[in-house]
């Protein structure tokens, strides 16, 4: 057998970490073969350590590379000479493939170039990302690198809410198969045991830089179960209630609104790009809590369709089980109902990824210190108000810090107030936080 480099062939003498930057650039081009264990000459040198090796590849294979790759890879040996080499079959991959640590960038993207893998340009990694999204492929149209999941959360899940569960049938019914009946990514989603994971994470400040306080995960198991998790945590965990009297009324201030933050974060779960293979997360901050999930906004949505609650689910089949679950209704209520209570300004549409941002009517507490970061709960919060509604009426693009200056208060008062103008519909935020600006409603 002749051993020749070629845009589709790549050779090594030895096995080396650098063997994922040849996968990746096969993954993002047309496919080709690695083979170790030969010299640049196409002569058989053989592979000494060739179980050692072997499974040093598999875990690059398996946890090394975005999105999972395994389904498009075949690792296997010859014996050629009397000698041991490692033969790598890679498909061409219907997406942008990256190593894991570096994400997409320079360093973690690549593409085949004649007989060498070379950095991809942040234009080609732009181009080959949005041509992916655009080709709208399914998550029921890809492989599952799953072998034989179980379902028996789901299945408790729909026999709860009624449903009559045909144990022949099952995966068929609910779309958990490919066309050639192979199970899809769906099906690894629901699964009882998978390698989604979900973070949420807790600040020790307004910034990641100020420390991480909390990091829990809710993964590896059926995603209705984990997100569901995921949720209680933020409403029961992080979502005080403060109290306070005036004139002898009692006011109850929840730290967000748990229905406008379960219709966020229940969506970002069922739109996010799960062929992407980056699952969405929940970062909490001391003044705000962020939901970051992949894929921005459907190329067949536009923004104004967006606020108006029109409702395209990138993920169709998923959609459906949710709605089955009571996760989420075809009204299209729920983002009409958070720019309501917080204005538009809380999505950001980024290139790959949409962030919300929900502002906490107060600071919470820093455990740490076991102080509280927000001013005195007996400050008079209407006069505050007041205040702000008034300088923003004269000056309507005014940041936070400038307003606080104007009115003497800290920037957590004023973030505090605006939610509370918000809730009340007076105001409302047009445009991003840095170049929009706030519009009286009353």
């Known amino acids: 057998m002749n051993f020749v ?180 990514k769906m099906a690894e989603l629901m699964a009882d045991k998978n390698e989604v994971s979900i973070k949420v994470v807790r600040f020790k400040g307004r910034e990641k830089a100020d420390g991480i306080a909390v990091r829990n995960e809710y993964g590896e198991k059926c995603l209705v179960v984990a997100m569901k998790q995921a949720f209680e945590y933020c409403s029961d965990v992080i979502n005080e209630t403060h109290t306070s009297f005036t004139k002898g009324v009692r006011n109850d201030i929840p730290l967000f609104d748990n229905v406008a933050f379960r219709e966020v974060w229940f969506n970002a779960c069922l739109h996010n790009n799960w062929a992407d293979g980056t699952p969405p997360a929940i970062y909490i901050y001391t003044d705000r809590l962020e939901i970051i999930s992949t894929g921005g906004l459907p190329h067949n949505l536009s923004i104004e369709d967006f606020y108006r609650g029109v409702s395209k689910p990138v993920n169709e089949e998923l959609a459906k089980i949710f709605i089955r679950l009571d996760l989420m209704e075809q009204t299209g209520f729920g983002i009409p109902l958070v720019t309501k209570r917080y204005g538009k300004s809380v999505f950001e549409f980024l290139d790959f990824f949409m962030r919300v941002t929900i502002p906490f009517a107060f600071e919470i507490v820093n455990e740490e210190k076991n102080e509280p970061l927000n001013e005195p709960l007996n400050e008079p919060l209407n006069d505050s108000v007041k205040l702000v509604l008034e300088v923003i009426s004269k000056s309507s693009n005014l940041p936070k810090k400038q307003i606080a200056s104007k009115i003497g208060k800290s920037r957590a008062t004023v973030t505090r107030a605006l939610a509370t103008l918000v809730k009340l519909g007076k105001i409302q935020r047009v445009g991003s936080d840095k170049n929009g600006h706030w519009e009286i409603l009353q």
């Open 5 to 184: 480099e070629t845009e589709h062939t790549e050779l090594k003498q030895r096995f080396t970490d650098a063997i994922s930057k040849e996968i990746v650039a096969f993954l993002n081009t047309d496919g080709g073969t690695v083979y170790i264990g030969v010299n640049d000459d196409g002569s058989v040198c053989g592979v000494e350590n060739l179980d050692d090796s072997l499974k040093k590849i598999a875990d690059i294979i398996e946890n090394q590379i975005l999105p999972e790759p395994r389904a498009l890879i075949e690792l296997g040996t010859k014996f050629i000479e009397q000698k041991h080499i490692i033969e790598i079959k890679v498909q061409k991959g219907k997406g942008l493939y990256y190593i894991k640590k570096y994400g997409r960038s320079a360093q973690g993207c690549f593409l085949r170039v004649g007989s060498t893998s070379r950095a991809m340009t942040e234009a080609q990694i732009n181009q080959v990302h949005n041509k992916y999204l655009d080709s709208q492929v399914k998550i029921t149209e890809i492989e599952s690198g799953i072998k034989n999941p179980t379902f028996q959360y789901l299945k408790l899940l729909l026999t709860e809410k009624g449903y009559t569960i045909n144990e022949k049938t099952f995966a068929e019914n609910f779309h958990l198969l490919t066309h050639d009946g192979k199970y899809n």
